[in-house]
């Protein structure tokens, strides 16, 4: 039975999905993931203990953990596990994207000084120490407005835009208070010590899926982001393809994901990418050397090309599968029809009761799937400290825009239910009120 190493956080949120995918293949999957190392497989899932903050002991125990167990390739979820993993695959003598490679994807300063020196479009940009004055920022910077942003963390997590001094401090301030969280430090990342200053892009805002085979990237889908994205924070909601996008555009969109893809050293497995297209081009936010993340792949099915046999389409998943046991992806395309989903923003800071409509939402013409992912008595931190959504809901039908309607529906049907945390006032004194998102 084929073996696939599969590198993720315990957090995340497609484990599952890649389980499920490797049952209809027949694959064998080893999980190596962030868990206690001081139990003895609570899961009992046979997964091996790493430890992110920690490489060179990692990759010696997942290594030794394979001898004898031959491993036929290595996938990875979510940016930490990246180098890693790919470390893992050297050492393994898998293709894999290199170590270099997932090290510069993984870090935003690097990334931009590479797509610049590539010849890329991209803004202009600065480095800090987070200890750096705010002041003595604001007197270096290029102009308004700006973009305040870790180097490390993904999901528009601690993403904050400026458009004079005053507000420039006040996103340092609050960044650097994320970047100090004890969730934060607990991670022993030296990268948490530093971030970007850069200046915003006006344009609207893509994402590229893709696989890299032997060097060549095959893009999966262009999803649209249909609403603005212009800041204070960067919340992603909606994510549609195919795009409303003119078919110069697109082409263009590839092209650059394409280039920053060379330019950063990706060369074999999923890749990521965040966009911006407007009249000067395109620009290549980020280029993640891992597929999409949190349950959105849900949104994505491929059929073969040419296939007369009507098998059902088959999720990202199993393609990722296919493509790490050396199954090349070119006979592969995005199934012939319009989806999306919609990652359900969290409305303000609380505890998550409950949610109500649910019925009703999925009643909504095209929805095919609601997922509410947080947990009663969840607290609930919305961007830029966040780093999760209330939960996922997925919607397929003939046109883009029509899907688009059917997730905004559906998520005006849904009523949450999120309480303030207790504070402790001056005495014994509670203030507690209850409300409604």
Known sequence: MPRILLFATTTGYQTRAFSDAAAVLGVDIVFATDRCDQLDDPWRDGAI??????????????????????????????????????????????????????????????????????????PWFRGYSIDESPSVIAADVGGFPCVVKPTSLSGSRGVIRADDRETLAAAIHRLRSLLASPELRAERNSAHRFMLVEGFIPGREFAVEGIVDSGELQVLAIFDKPDPLDGPFFEETIYVTPPR????????????????????????????????VNERGVYVLEIAARPIGGLCARALRFERVGDATSQPPIPLEELLLRHAMGETVHGWRREQCASGVMMVPIPRRGVFRAVYGFEEAGAVDLIADIRITAKPDQVLV??????????????????????????????????FVVDPELTVLAGSDLNYNHTHG
């Open 245 to 276: 996008a003119s078919a110069h555009d697109q082409r263009a969109i590839v092209e650059a994901t394409t280039r920053a893809a060379r330019a950063i050293g990706l060369s074999n497995g999923p890749i990521h990418a965040e966009c911006r």
């Open 49 to 122: 203990a790493v430890r992110f903050h920690d490489e060179d002991r990692s990759v010696d125990a997942v290594v030794e953990a394979c001898r004898g167990r031959p491993v036929h390739g290595v996938l990875v979820v979510g940016d930490r596990p990246a180098v890693l993993a790919a470390r893992v695959a050297e050492r393994l003598g898998l293709p894999h994207h290199p170590p270099a490679a997932g090290s510069i994807a993984r870090d935003k300063q690097r990334t931009r000084e590479r797509l610049r020196d590539a010849g890329l479009l991209v």
């Open 382 to 415: 919305p961007l830029p400290e966040g780093a999760s959504y209330l939960g996922f809901i997925f919607a397929r039908g003939r046109e883009a825009e029509a899907v688009d309607c059917a997730l905004r529906a559906a998520h005006a049907r849904l009523r």
